[in-house]
């Protein structure tokens, strides 16, 4: 048992060795995106936790995340999906589709705008 104990963390500490690594390289390419430097890890994570779609196109996943209100943060989510894309990201495995990012164009009803002005119409 103390074996397989002994296994299980070396293989945890070997995925947050590789999910560090994986986010400092992310930091890395998204300091070209963005302008202010004491920020770039901070609106990297808005960034990649904002929920979104995605949509099957042949052989490519179209990943479009959901608008974002401040337009700096915006485009520097354009210039950095452009980024990646431009890089041809590619899921591993047996299902080898290229990832294409993408920001919404719109916002949609549940941005704060939005519900803002519906609670203005009231």
Known sequence: MNR???????????????????????????????????????????????????????????????????????QAAERFCHLLNQVGVRLTGRLKFKLSFHISKYALHGSINNSNALHNLR
């Open 4 to 74: 397989c104990d002994l296994e299980k963390k070396r293989l945890y500490d070997f995925m947050q060795f590789m999910a560090y690594n994986s986010r400092e390289r992310l930091v890395e390419l998204f300091r070209d995106c963005y302008d202010d430097p004491r920020d770039v890890k901070q609106v990297l994570d808005m960034i990649t936790r904002r929920s979104g779609y995605i949509k099957r196109f042949g052989q490519t996943l179209i990943v479009v995340l959901d608008w974002i209100e401040n337009k700096k943060h915006r």
